[in-house]
């Protein structure tokens, strides 16, 4: 069974604290995708992985592809980045189908 | 430009009714997706299309129906709502089969009373 977990569900940092979102997956993966969806309800992808780390301002994306894990890292938080952060993998192949994750709920105070 | 847009953005109707979310994409993407996401907030595969083609189909209700006139459409049709298919539903599109990344619509949040 193909399962993606999340950790932690929920979370909360004070403005300018360094956080960390966890995401393991249990099969092999094509891509593996970080998303953000803002209390709006809209959904933007953040980043797309393979292999390594991704950088885009301050936010940070690893995978480590052998322990079938990666994390997202936020610097220096900021309230604007409160929003749930939701780790997807992608199969490729025939099926470019996305398994999602739960979810972990950021909340940063000011 | 909206990349991905879906209307409507909000849909209440009774039980029973047939409805339609529209979704398209100028993009120039050739695989259209839609998701639906729960009162968990779960996100989970529906439907995908590729070149006016299905290739996915999930164990959803045959009740739901998508419908691609060209590639940059996908509809999404359902029959005889019922309560439990209030959700948010979104669309989205990718180039081949999403190793390039996914670009999402605002989504439609349909509540069936």
């Known amino acids: 069974k193909n399962e993606v977990e999340q950790s932690p569900q929920n979370l909360t940092a004070q403005e300018g604290e360094f956080i960390t979102i966890n995401c393991s997956y249990s099969?092999?993966?094509?891509?593996l995708h970080w998303l953000q969806q803002h209390p709006g309800g809209g959904i933007v992808s953040l980043f797309m992985?393979?292999?390594g780390k991704k950088k885009h301002g301050r936010l940070i994306a690893t995978i480590n592809i052998q322990e079938k894990h990666s994390s997202l890292h936020i610097t220096a938080s900021h309230p604007r980045d409160s929003a749930v952060y939701i780790c997807?993998?992608?199969?490729?192949?025939?099926?470019?189908?996305?398994?999602f994750g739960k979810g972990t709920k950021l909340s940063v105070k000011p | 430009d909206t990349a991905v847009s879906q209307t409507p953005k909000y849909l209440v109707t009774q039980m029973g009714n047939d409805k339609s979310i529209k979704c398209e994409q100028n993009?120039?993407?050739?695989?259209m997706y839609w998701y639906k996401q729960d009162s968990k907030k779960f996100l989970k595969i529906m439907f995908s299309y590729n070149n006016k083609e299905l290739i996915i189909n999930e164990t959803v209700p045959n009740r739901f129906s998508p419908k691609s006139p060209d590639k940059a459409h996908l509809n999404l049709h359902i029959n005889s709502l019922e309560l439990g298919d209030s959700a948010v539903y979104f669309c989205a599109s990718s180039l081949g089969q999403g190793v390039d990344g996914y670009t999402f619509g605002s989504g439609t949040r349909l509540t069936v009373v």
């Open positions: 992985l393979s292999s």
């Open positions: 993009l120039g993407h050739d695989t």
């Open positions: 997807a993998q992608n199969y490729g192949g025939s099926q470019g189908n996305l398994i």
């Open positions: 099969v092999g993966i094509s891509a």
